[in-house]
């Protein structure tokens, strides 16, 4: 989890003016959320160019599982991306008074290839979703700086 602090001046008189229209700041922030959680998604399901390393099996067990999968069919050398991991990526926005905007992928490998305790064939390939989150947190902000900046106008506009 990324948590940062943000020091505003002049808050008490934002959050009274902000509270004369609630909806629209809702709207507004809303807005900047499902930005925000579409900016992260896209990059999510980014592929890593080039061709992966050679496989280092870590175990005797592993290497029977691989040979067997082979014969098997159910993998196939030289591997064939599907783009199922990054299509897989969903995103929604949740919430009134607390918005919440969640990112997540029900691919039962994911955690394997993207998340912080990625297989070792992944680590340095792939970035941990938890990377690519921190990475994007400064153009979070901006969309959350830029949707209060529109609130405020709209209120004075009186729209």
Do not use: C
Request: overall charge positive.
């Amino acid at each position: 989890m990324v948590e940062y602090s943000v020091r505003v001046e002049g808050l008490k008189e934002l959050q009274k003016m902000l509270s004369k229209a609630p909806h629209i700041v809702q709207k507004h922030l809303r807005r900047a959320m499902d930005r925000s959680v579409k900016d992260i998604q896209r990059k999510l399901q980014e592929y890593p160019t080039g061709k992966p390393g050679p496989m280092v099996f870590t175990s005797d067990k592993q290497r029977r599982y691989f040979f067997w999968a082979l014969r098997q069919g159910k993998i196939q050398v030289p591997y064939r991306r599907t783009g199922t991991l990054g299509r897989k990526w969903k995103t929604r926005v949740t919430g009134a008074d607390r918005i919440q905007g969640i990112v997540e992928n029900p691919t039962p490998y994911a955690p394997m290839v993207q998340g912080d305790e990625q297989a070792a064939i992944h680590r340095g390939r792939w970035e941990p979703a938890s990377k690519i989150v921190e990475k994007r947190e400064k153009q979070v902000r901006r969309f959350h700086e830029d949707a209060i900046r529109d609130a405020i106008r709209e209120m004075e506009s009186g729209k």
